[in-house]
């Protein structure tokens, strides 16, 4: 988990992040001020969580820019933890707050495997 940890704090400043565990989950809470479910793109890719964002932003006619910080677009790449699952994730966003609920993977019960013996034949 301290990559995540790790890769949040590389993120913009102008996101914010937070970062919270359960005995069964992860939950992390993106702050995306202008971005909607539409223009969003939340998926797994190779133990990676992959956030693609934009959102829009309108310049009234009579004004020009003497200062932009608002970026238009996040693109980032957050290393998993190694106990968090893709199955079942379940992500929600409103007003600009994305939710992202990751459970964890559950243990594998003990189990005896058989064992076959091949010299028998």
């Known amino acids: 988990m301290s990559a995540l940890r790790d890769a949040l704090r590389e993120l913009p400043?102008?996101?914010f992040a937070d970062l919270l565990e359960s005995d069964d989950a992860y939950l992390l809470v993106v702050d995306l001020p202008g971005v909607t479910a539409e223009t969003a793109d939340v998926r797994f890719e190779d133990g990676r969580l992959v956030i693609e964002?934009?959102?829009?932003?309108?310049?009234?006619q009579e004004f020009r820019y003497l200062r932009e910080d608002r970026s238009l677009f996040l693109d980032a790449e957050l290393p998993l933890?190694?106990?968090?699952?893709?199955?079942?994730a379940e992500a929600s966003?409103?007003?600009?707050?994305?939710?992202?609920?990751?459970?964890k993977r559950t243990a594998t019960p003990e189990r005896s495997i058989p064992i076959t013996d091949d010299s028998a034949e």
């Open 13 to 15: 400043k102008a996101v």
């Open 93 to 103: 966003m409103e007003r600009g707050v994305l939710e992202l609920h990751l459970p």
């Open 81 to 88: 933890p190694p106990d968090a699952s893709g199955d079942g």
């Open 53 to 60: 964002a934009r959102r829009e932003k309108s310049l009234p």
